[in-house]
């Protein structure tokens, strides 16, 4: 990123910080891959004229990236501007996970929010950590789960969902613990015993229904039938 706009301050990472970011993107990739990133057509002599003001200055940039787009970007995926403060509290903590509790949740998974107001929708998206991606096969092994984190969406995302949730929002709180704390298979399984509608459940249909309506609903652009093909019964 070299220009930022009308007033001509380059926005992009000094060089400290570019050689930094660069590093932790290619962690443990091949010598090639690695003397290739160092190709001088990767690099300029620009120096950018913005005065970072920590050693973090991928977020400072990010930040001020933010703040400069801010009239134009969309808050469709806004939780905290979208859902009701209490909820969107309670699920905050979420998005600080990292590690094995983010590790043992699916990929994506849906979560129907219930209360006396109206029913919520979530996404819940694990991202999953990697030393690099440098190569279409092989992604065990640049695996790093002790880094994977979640993201939390408001309403509907993806069209292959792992697994459905049902909580009511007076145990969202419970609900958001029992994830946090999570470190093994059993755990995952007590979560589904208390919140979850595995596929082998008599209200697994009548779910799915209510699910693909709140969608339709949702966002009648994007909505089609979800995939079950991914579904988990674990």
Request: charged share 25%; glycine share 6%.
């Amino acid at each position: 990123m070299d220009d930022g706009g009308a007033d001509g301050e380059p926005r992009r990472l000094e060089q400290a910080g570019r050689e930094r970011e660069r590093a932790y993107w290619y962690r443990e990739a091949d010598k090639e891959v690695n003397e290739y990133m160092l190709l001088p057509s990767f690099e300029s002599e620009l120096v950018p004229a913005i005065d970072y003001k920590t050693n973090d200055q991928k977020n400072e940039l990010f930040g001020m990236l933010k703040d400069r787009l801010a009239p134009v970007l969309p808050s469709v995926r806004d939780f905290a501007a979208i859902f009701d403060p209490a909820i969107a509290e309670d699920l905050a903590p979420l998005e600080q996970l990292v590690g094995q509790a983010v590790t043992l949740m699916p990929q994506n998974v849906f979560v129907e929010i219930a209360s006396q107001s109206g029913n919520s929708y979530a996404t819940l998206v694990r991202n999953n950590a990697h030393l690099n991606i440098t190569a279409l096969f092989g992604e065990k092994k640049f695996r790093i789960p002790e880094e994977d984190t979640m993201s939390v969406y408001p309403g509907f995302l993806g069209a292959y969902p792992n697994a459905f949730f049902t909580v009511n929002d007076y145990d969202l709180e419970r609900f958001v613990g029992m994830i946090s704390s999570m470190q093994t298979e059993g755990d995952y399984a007590r979560l589904l015993d208390n919140f979850g509608v595995r596929r082998t459940s008599p209200k697994f249909w009548q779910q799915g229904d209510t699910f693909h309506l709140a969608y339709k609903k949702d966002a009648p652009i994007e909505y089609g039938l979800l995939d079950y093909n991914r579904l988990e019964n674990r």
